[in-house]
């Protein structure tokens, strides 16, 4: 995931993202707002964020 200079490429952000939304929207279908789905939800925020962040910075 991380070169050997250790920089982690932006796209495994957004990979991990989306992942993270796909697995809150399919938590939320089974079991309803749980502490869980919201969870799951903000760490896809998270981690878009810090995918938008990289991508503007560099």
Not at 10 to 28: G, R
């Amino acid at each position: 995931m991380a070169t050997s200079d250790g920089i982690i490429e932006p796209i495994y952000f957004f990979i991990t993202s989306i992942t993270f939304i796909l697995l809150s929207v399919i938590q939320y279908k089974k079991f309803g707002k749980t502490r869980e789905t919201i969870y799951l939800a903000s760490l896809s925020a998270f981690f878009l964020c810090s995918y938008i962040a990289i991508v503007l910075k560099g």
